[in-house]
């Protein structure tokens, strides 16, 4: 299942090299306004997390990211949680896409088609799959994936409704068919 | 402070003091009350109420204020450089249960992981729960192999207060028949799940002398009378225990020792009171006392019985004793052998093996069990066929299996990324699916005393309070090392015939502390030369001051300790009060 997944995605081929030949200029008329006020992000790098967030964790059918509230919790992690050193790894991830963007097509992320975003998310989680993870050189993907996840799985739609949840099982039974359960536990 | 006089005295004294509420200090408090005795416990740290002072036990995932409940990593540095380094017990759901690093110094000649956690219920509250009886092997030990000094006491004087503590506190647990793990009185054990029965069946077809069996955890599954009237009940599966248990599922001074200890009228905790010195009586040739100083005002106070049980851990009491100084004791109380805060051992552990568990893909779970299985020690036991020319002693598995949830590929600190993770439905859609079946052995390893593994009282760096702090000089040897390699290869065997993929042996590496068992710093002996404490706990130079925690230990086992302290500390009490009635103390 893992392997397929992983093909899946492959099958996206983009190379950072041809990058200019995509669908620069296609502005995305309705990215969608922000409906809270961001304390540690900026408006622009807030529209950017909502939509890069629900890439990541779309609405399927189970809510996503931003149903969820995570762009709002990865707000509050760079408020009250990261430390200096990772919250410039995160901004900084978040301009170099703007960047990147840019000059691939010509306009901001958020402003680029869905596909172009797929290419762009793509290029970054292989490029960050052969690089150290060690504190100081952490590839800012994955570290906001990692926060996507995060956010989304402990979010109450997250754990209540696309995983199951029950605060007080009252036993244990030790061989369930999952069939059954459907899904995997929130918590441990 | 000077002596009290008359009233103010009288107002003071009591039968009995127990020093610290914890494991044992609730057990200490339980029979001294229960037996009589106007007991008063003498606590450091703040008050703790079985359910009232539980903060975050109901807390769902999505009310947490930082990512998993994790801290900072600014808060961590600043506040909690040893208490991290578990890496699992300190969240944000459970910070207000470990002391603060900065507030509470120590120095590390060597490495050491001192995990603690002041307030009352001691780390009753955030203990593993896993509770084992030391067995007439461990007993013996010392004797046979000439290590150290030999236990005072034998498995047989032991046996009947070890039914009298899992009566009270509630252990779930399989018996085994086992002469190196012996039963006890125990509740339904918990369930295996389909691996680990699986596995339970596999490797014990090939190594027959490797019992597989459920963990023995103090939880209740089936509670009695006696736990019911304390408003304790049932164990709900919900595995955040160490946050406080709104059911009482599990033992904790706090939901058993003390409302117990309470329900006599003869118990007065006082919290907030930090124990600097015993105070002794050179006429008398006894304790009198103990000395305070109180954490929010300050002031030194004095409080007087005829009786002290010291049980604020064992470091924390052998602290006491180091800095409770007479001209009858210049080298610390009752330190006659220099023993005093020798032998710090602990368990090791970090060792041991894992797989991939390729059957059962369809089956899962449901609950969330406390809990996991446990492999006794098959090492060592007095046979040919278990003998090592390697190393002394044992050690033992705690280990499970379980499907890894949707945080399976979350980059570890200092990891790597698996590959390209993808990102979108079909990743969200995977993550959503429990991963595959794991199974994992961790062993848990018995240290050997070593009388240069010690602690010492430095002058030099004080606390917030002026107190003098310890320095850690602790480390692990050759026989302890030698043990690890084949707690590594033995896991990786019985997880191979289990038939499990990817199977990975670990060494994760050890610092002394880790195991959060540190015991040994005032040990029983039979020779007041060679030992601090007699074969009832008590200070062999002094008789009305008992040690009964983990100070008192003259071996480790390689079992998880607090249910012999538990014991330990029950059977000093009935002695103590049986002596103090017939006027000896
Ligand atoms: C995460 C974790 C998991 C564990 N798992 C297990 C397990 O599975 N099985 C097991 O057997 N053990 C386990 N332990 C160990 C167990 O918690 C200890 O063995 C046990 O709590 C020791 O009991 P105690 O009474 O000696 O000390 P504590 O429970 O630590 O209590 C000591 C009390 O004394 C107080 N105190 C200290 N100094 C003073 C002073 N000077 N004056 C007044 N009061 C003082 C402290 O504030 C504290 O409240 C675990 C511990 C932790 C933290
Ligand atoms: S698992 Fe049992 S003991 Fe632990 S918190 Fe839940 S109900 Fe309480």
Same mark, same amino acid.
């Given at each position: 299942m893992l392997l397929s997944r992983r093909d899946a995605i492959r099958g996206l081929t983009f190379t950072f090299g041809m990058a200019a030949t995509g669908f620069a200029g296609q502005a995305m008329a309705d990215a969608p306004a922000l409906a809270w006020t961001p304390t540690a992000l900026t408006p622009d790098q807030a529209r950017l997390v909502d939509v890069v967030a629900e890439l990541i964790i779309p609405k399927t059918d189970t809510p996503g990211a931003r149903e969820a509230g995570v762009p709002q919790f990865i707000d509050r992690a760079l408020a009250d949680y990261f430390d200096k050193a990772q919250a410039e790894r995160l901004r900084a991830g978040l301009d170099r896409m703007d960047a990147d963007a840019r000059a691939a097509h010509g306009d901001v992320f958020v402003a680029l088609t869905p596909q172009q975003q797929v290419e762009l998310l793509t290029g970054y989680d292989r490029e960050a799959s052969t690089q150290s993870q060690a504190p100081g050189e952490r590839h800012f993907f994955p570290l906001l994936e990692d926060l996507v996840t995060v956010g989304y799985f402990t979010s109450e739609p997250g754990a209540t409704v696309a995983l199951r949840y029950d605060p007080v099982p009252g036993a244990y039974h030790g061989c369930v068919p999952l069939a059954e359960l459907g899904r995997g536990w929130a918590t441990r | 402070m000077a002596n009290l006089n008359g009233r103010a005295r009288k107002k003071n004294t009591y039968d009995a003091i127990v020093v610290g509420s914890g494991i044992t200090g609730g057990w200490a408090a339980k029979e001294l009350t229960q037996k009589g005795l106007k007991t008063l416990v003498l606590e450091r740290g703040p008050m703790v109420r079985h359910l009232e002072d539980y903060p975050t036990a109901t807390m769902d995932p999505w009310q947490a204020k930082y990512p998993q409940g994790q801290l900072p990593p600014d808060e961590l540095a600043a506040h909690y450089p040893v208490q991290r380094r578990t890496g699992y017990t300190l969240t944000e759901y459970t910070k207000h249960f470990f002391v603060r690093d900065d507030q509470n110094p120590y120095t590390e000649e060597s490495r050491y992981d001192w995990i603690r956690g002041y307030q009352v219920g001691g780390r009753s509250l955030t203990w593993g729960r896993q509770s084992y009886r030391h067995s007439p092997i461990d007993f013996e030990a010392n004797a046979r192999e000439g290590i150290g000094v030999d236990w005072p006491i034998r498995y047989e004087e032991l046996a009947p207060w070890y039914d009298h503590v899992e009566r009270f506190i509630g252990v779930s647990g399989q018996r085994e028949g086992l002469p190196q793990l012996p039963d006890g009185q125990y509740q339904p054990p918990m369930e295996m799940n389909c691996v680990e029965k699986a596995f339970k069946a596999k490797s014990e077809a090939r190594f027959p002398e490797r019992r597989i069996t459920m963990g023995r955890t103090a939880h209740l599954t089936?509670?009695?009378? %006696?736990?019911?009237?304390?408003?304790?009940?049932?164990?709900?599966?919900?595995? /955040? @225990?160490?946050?406080?248990?709104?059911?009482?599922?599990?033992?904790?001074?706090?939901?058993?020792?003390?409302?117990?200890?309470?329900?006599?009228?003869?118990?007065? =905790?006082?919290?907030?009171? =930090?124990?600097?010195?015993?105070?002794?009586?050179?006429?008398?040739?006894?304790?009198?006392?103990?000395?305070?100083?109180?954490?929010?005002?300050?002031?030194? %106070?004095?409080?007087?019985?005829?009786?002290?049980?010291? @049980?604020?851990?064992?470091?924390?009491?052998?602290? =006491?004793?180091?800095n409770s100084t007479s001209s009858r004791f210049p080298n610390g109380f009752g330190n006659g052998s220099d023993q005093l805060g020798r032998n710090v051992m602990d368990h090791h552990l970090g060792v041991g093996a894992s797989a991939e568990a390729p059957e059962f893909a369809d089956m899962y779970y449901s609950g969330r069990r406390p809990n996991g299985i446990y492999v006794p020690r098959f090492r060592n036991l007095g046979d040919a066929a278990t003998k090592r020319s390697d190393y002394l002693r044992g050690f033992g598995y705690q280990g499970g299996a379980s499907r890894p949830g949707w945080d399976r590929d979350l980059v570890r600190p200092g990891g790597e990324v698996a590959g390209p993770r993808g990102f979108g439905a079909a990743r969200k859609a995977a993550l959503s699916q429990p991963g595959p079946w794991y199974m994992g052995l961790g062993g848990f390893g018995e240290i050997l005393p070593y009388e240069d593994n010690r602690i010492t009282l430095n002058h030099d760096k004080t606390d917030e309070f002026g107190l003098p702090t310890l320095s850690m000089n602790v480390t692990i040897r050759e026989n302890e090392l030698a /043990?690890?390699?084949?707690?590594?290869?033995?896991?990786?065997?019985?997880?191979?015939?289990?038939?499990?993929?990817?199977?990975?042996?670990?060494?994760?590496?050890?610092?002394?502390?880790?195991? =959060?068992?540190? /015991?040994?710093?005032?040990? /029983?002996?039979?020779?007041?030369? *060679?030992?601090?404490?007699?074969?009832?706990?008590?200070?062999?130079? @002094?008789?009305?001051?008992?040690? *009964?925690?983990?100070?008192?230990?003259?071996?480790?086992?390689?079992?998880?300790?607090?249910?012999?302290?538990?014991?330990? *500390?029950?059977?000093?009490?009935?002695?103590?009060?049986?002596?103090?009635?017939?006027?000896?103390l």
């Open positions: - | 089936e509670p009695t009378e %006696e736990q019911l009237s304390l408003g304790r009940t049932k164990c709900q599966y919900r595995n /955040m @225990c160490i946050r406080g248990c709104p059911f009482g599922g599990y033992y904790s001074s706090n939901s058993g020792g003390l409302v117990a200890a309470e329900r006599t009228g003869n118990l007065v =905790i006082r919290p907030g009171s =930090i124990v600097t010195s015993l105070i002794y009586d050179e006429k008398a040739g006894k304790a009198t006392g103990v000395r305070i100083l109180d954490a929010t005002t300050r002031q030194e %106070e004095e409080f007087y019985a005829d009786v002290v049980f010291l @049980c604020a851990s064992a470091f924390n009491s052998a602290w =006491i004793m180091m /043990m690890r390699r084949d707690m590594q290869t033995a896991a990786a065997e019985m997880l191979e015939a289990a038939g499990f993929k990817n199977v990975r042996g670990y060494d994760g590496g050890y610092a002394p502390g880790l195991g =959060i068992h540190e /015991m040994g710093t005032a040990r /029983m002996g039979r020779d007041p030369k *060679t030992s601090v404490l007699n074969a009832h706990n008590q200070v062999h130079e @002094c008789k009305n001051v008992y040690v *009964t925690d983990g100070a008192a230990m003259t071996s480790a086992s390689c079992v998880n300790p607090s249910l012999t302290y538990m014991a330990l *500390t029950a059977r000093a009490a009935d002695h103590a009060v049986k002596a103090r009635k017939r006027g000896e």
